[in-house]
Nanobody, 118 residues
Framework: QVRLAESGGRLVQIGGSLRLSCEAS????????MAWFRQAPGKERDHVAS????????YYAESVKGRFTISRDNTKNMVFLQMNSLKPEDTAVYYC???????????WGQGTQVTVSS
């Protein structure tokens, strides 16, 4: 069983920065690729960023490329999302997701609210 706990979401001004964290309670964190998804009010849940088990490979949605950075610390079972130059359209609940590299089973956190406003 994998438990994911996101933190760091809050109200931030337009153009500001925020760092989201996700702590995974799992035996072997390095068996999981990690990702961040987000869901804005009235919209579908969308992929934001992904990172491979070693951290060597990362993938981003076009809407966040150049502004967001995903990273992970396998010694602490943590994944992060550094968000810069935030825009109102980044307002959403952000979810941390773990994907087992062999079974492809997904585990989702409860989400953390990010609100970007003037």
């Amino acid at each position: 069983q994998v438990r994911l706990a996101e933190s760091g979401g809050r109200l931030v001004q337009i153009g500001g920065s925020l760092r989201l964290s996700c702590e995974a309670s799992v035996r072997t964190f390095s068996n999981y690729a990690m990702a961040w998804f987000r869901q804005a009010p009235g919209k579908e849940r969308d992929h934001v960023a992904s990172i491979s088990v070693t951290g060597a490979d990362t993938y981003y949605a076009e809407s966040v490329k150049g502004r967001f950075t995903i990273s992970r610390d396998n010694t602490k079972n943590m994944v992060f999302l550094q968000m810069n130059s935030l825009k109102p359209e980044d307002t959403a609940v952000y979810y941390c997701v773990a994907v087992h590299t062999i079974t492809s089973r997904q585990y989702w956190g409860q989400g953390t609210q990010v609100t970007v406003s003037s």
